[in-house]
């Protein structure tokens, strides 16, 4: 397994609850450092076998070579974690051009996710989990100005990507139609994290209980031949209505891969 922005919150929990279940786990982080600083706490916390992979999601090269790492460490892969997020209260570009957090929370997964294709299909049931919010509910998802240069906010911005989570896992979904590979999005809960403190000023519910819909979706033998959903809580649940739209998938998945140079 795979979890994305695995040093610290929900995604460090997620690697821990994983490795509780006997999952090898590869703990990515922005940095090497940062990486194998949280392997090592969670080896002292939890015998298992807790592996560092970084890159810095907010480049695609990084993104690119962090891909490269993983299929050499793991040429079967049983699941991918896209936990890693942002929430920015200033429109800042990323080297690549693009607003931060449309890049780490949307374009960041989706090559990722393209590059690790190969080895999830090589695994006997691979996943790919999408780390939503309910917050995609209120996201308005503009094709004609996916960086948000018209007009930003930090709110906006994130809601706007969180639904984009949404509807790429329904494509994604369709397009692994006939593999053994599935997709899901999520809803963590309204958790006690960095992001949550910065983008909204609040705490919320624990760390155990934001990885629980994570663990629950990567993990879940029931949910072997069901992909495309959106659960909260470890059960499925409906999206936004808006947040269902095949015409704007395809669209979306077609821009997507164009920007990130596939």
Same mark, same amino acid.
């Given at each position: 397994?795979? *979890?994305?922005?695995? /040093?610290?919150?929900?995604?460090?929990?997620? =690697?821990?609850?994983?490795?509780?279940?006997?999952?090898? *786990?590869? *703990?990515?982080?922005?940095?090497?450092? +940062?990486?194998?600083?949280?392997? @090592? #706490?969670? &080896?002292?916390?939890?015998?298992?076998?807790?592996?560092?992979?970084?890159?810095?999601?907010?480049?695609?090269?990084?993104?690119?070579?962090? @891909? %490269?790492?993983?299929?050499?460490?793991?040429?079967?892969?049983?699941?991918?974690?896209?936990?890693?997020? *942002?929430?920015?209260?200033?429109?800042?570009?990323? +080297?690549?051009?693009?607003?931060?957090?449309?890049?780490?929370?949307?374009?960041?997964?989706?090559?990722?996710?393209?590059?690790?294709?190969?080895?999830?299909?090589?695994?006997?049931?691979?996943?790919?989990?999408?780390?939503?919010?309910?917050?995609?509910?209120?996201?308005?998802?503009?094709?004609?100005?996916?960086? %948000?240069?018209?007009?930003?906010?930090?709110?906006? =911005?994130?809601?706007?990507? #969180? &639904?984009?989570?949404?509807?790429?896992?329904?494509?994604? @979904?369709?397009?692994?139609?006939?593999? +053994?590979?599935?997709?899901?999005?999520?809803?963590?809960?309204?958790?006690?994290? #960095?992001?949550?403190?910065?983008?909204?000023?609040?705490?919320? @519910?624990?760390?155990?209980?934001?990885?629980?819909?994570?663990? !629950?979706?990567? /993990?879940?033998?029931?949910?072997?031949?069901?992909?495309?959903?959106? !659960?909260?809580?470890?059960?499925?649940?409906?999206? =936004?209505?808006?947040?269902?739209?095949?015409?704007?998938?395809?669209?979306?998945?077609?821009?997507?891969?164009?920007?990130?140079?596939?």
């Amino acid at each position: 397994m795979v *979890v994305t922005g695995a /040093t610290d919150g929900i995604g460090l929990e997620t =690697a821990r609850q994983l490795l509780q279940r006997g999952a090898r *786990v590869l *703990v990515h982080g922005r940095t090497a450092d +940062k990486a194998r600083a949280a392997c @090592a #706490k969670l &080896q002292g916390e939890q015998p298992g076998r807790a592996e560092p992979v970084w890159g810095d999601l907010s480049r695609f090269d990084e993104t690119r070579a962090l @891909a %490269a790492q993983v299929l050499a460490a793991a040429p079967a892969l049983d699941g991918l974690v896209n936990n890693a997020g *942002v929430f920015m209260n200033e429109r800042v570009l990323s +080297k690549d051009g693009h607003e931060l957090t449309f890049q780490v929370n949307h374009l960041a997964p989706f090559l990722l996710t393209a590059l690790l294709r190969p080895a999830l299909e090589a695994a006997p049931q691979g996943r790919v989990v999408n780390v939503s919010s309910v917050a995609h509910g209120r996201g308005r998802v503009d094709l004609d100005d996916l960086d %948000a240069a018209r007009g930003f906010s930090g709110y906006g =911005a994130y809601a706007a990507s #969180k &639904q984009l989570n949404v509807h790429f896992t329904h494509e994604l @979904a369709r397009r692994l139609a006939g593999t +053994k590979v599935t997709a899901y999005a999520l809803h963590p809960g309204v958790i006690t994290t #960095k992001l949550l403190q910065a983008g909204f000023g609040m705490s919320g @519910a624990s760390v155990e209980a934001g990885a629980r819909t994570s663990v !629950y979706c990567a /993990t879940e033998p029931s949910l072997a031949t069901v992909s495309g959903r959106y !659960y909260s809580d470890a059960r499925e649940v409906p999206c =936004a209505p808006h947040a269902n739209d095949p015409a704007l998938e395809r669209a979306l998945w077609e821009r997507s891969a164009a920007l990130v140079g596939l």
